[in-house]
């Protein structure tokens, strides 16, 4: 069983639309979660990270966290071309030393 | 923001030989540094954890022999490819973080190394 799990995609959605990605984790007590963003060919960068049962905002950006059912989602308002990205969803173990990333949902934003 | 240097970006490399490359954590101290390979198309996948002062710790299928990593100082981290392969053609990125940080301190990731063996 992956420690993190994705839907790889690809998720299509017309520009302005929300998207919505998804994670599921095995971990139980994992402790911190975090979206990353990889444009093809280079290193992930950090959206948002969450912690706590619920909603957090940021921008464009919602990250919801419910660790009852071990799932992490993350919604994109107003969609853009420019977010046409791979996002990652990542894990921070108990012991705060392992990490590890889902494979990956691959979002395309249509104009 | 953490900054973390990667160095090099590219390497070409013949087949049997060895190619080192750095990690550096430029304005905090790393105390945990990790080590991901990305083939085309696929996710991220650890191949191992170092902490500052310690041996690194491999994930399962790792050779450790093979990907020989070095962690001797809080801003610097290594990962030597030894007698590279085809085979070992890949994206290489290293993570690091200051695990004595709260447990939202984030993981500052590298720009990565794209290594190819000829």
């Known amino acids: 069983q992956k420690e993190v799990e994705q839907n790889s995609g690809p998720l299509s959605v017309p520009e302005g639309a929300i998207a919505s990605l998804n994670c599921t984790y095995s971990?139980?007590?994992?402790?911190?979660f975090f979206w990353y963003r990889q444009y093809s060919g280079k290193s992930p960068e950090l959206i948002m990270f969450i912690y706590s049962n619920g909603d957090k905002e940021d921008g464009r950006f919602t990250a919801q966290l419910n660790k009852a059912s071990q799932y992490v989602s993350l919604l994109i308002r107003d969609s853009q071309p420019s977010d046409s990205a791979t996002y990652l969803c990542?894990?921070?173990?108990?012991?705060?030393?392992?990490?590890?990333f889902g494979s990956g949902t691959k979002l395309n934003v249509k104009p | 923001g953490a900054v973390v240097s990667q160095h090099p970006s590219w390497v070409i490399c013949k087949s049997g030989t060895s190619v080192k490359i750095e990690c550096r954590s430029l304005?905090?101290?790393?105390?945990?540094m990790f080590w991901y390979r990305q083939f085309p198309k696929q996710s991220l996948m650890l191949m191992a954890t170092?902490?500052?002062?310690?041996?690194?710790?491999?994930e399962q299928g790792v050779e450790k022999d093979k990907f020989l990593i070095n962690h001797a100082s809080l801003t610097l981290s290594t990962l030597t490819v030894t007698s590279a392969h085809p085979e070992d053609s890949s994206f290489y990125i290293c993570?690091?973080?200051?695990?004595?940080?709260?447990?939202?301190?984030?993981?500052?990731f590298g720009s990565g190394t794209r290594l190819t063996v000829v």
């Open positions: 990542a894990v921070r173990a108990y012991n705060f030393n392992k990490f590890y």
């Open positions: 304005d905090f101290q790393a105390t945990t």
């Open positions: 993570s690091a973080t200051d695990g004595r940080k709260s447990r939202n301190y984030g993981y500052t």
């Open positions: 971990d139980r007590g994992s402790q911190s």
């Open positions: 170092s902490n500052e002062g310690s041996k690194a710790t491999y």
